[in-house]
Nanobody
């Protein structure tokens, strides 16, 4: 069964940075799309950033210019570098993937909590 293990969250002050990691239990080299999502209290889960197997990236408007997604296929790990964090970035962050462009998402992991507060 495919599993994703997210880590790297924590408490950070506004303007600070965090780097999230997502370790996959499978070889991600062939997974077309790997993405980070987040879910804030009382809100729906939303897409934050996506990276394709070819290295193309897409970001939500709310994080564009502040977050950077990357993938290390050799380590089966996807990263999310988050800079200039804002209180509204507070959420549980999850990663997931789609083997092909229209494939369903894999089962969700536990996520990692990010709290931005002074």
């Amino acid at each position: 069964q495919v599993q994703f293990a997210e880590s790297g969250g924590g408490l950070v002050q506004p303007g600070g940075s965090l780097r999230l990691s997502c370790a996959a239990s499978i070889d991600i080299f062939s997974i077309y799309r790997m993405s980070w999502y987040r879910q804030a209290p009382g809100k729906q889960r939303e897409l934050v950033a996506t990276i394709t197997s070819g290295g193309s990236t897409i970001y939500a408007d709310s994080v564009k210019g502040r977050f950077t997604i990357s993938r290390d296929n050799a380590k089966n790990t996807v990263y999310l570098q988050m800079d200039s964090l804002k209180p509204e970035d507070t959420a549980v962050y999850y990663c997931n993937g789609q083997y092909y462009s229209l494939s369903p998402l894999y089962p969700w992991g536990q996520g990692t909590q990010v709290t931005v507060s002074s």
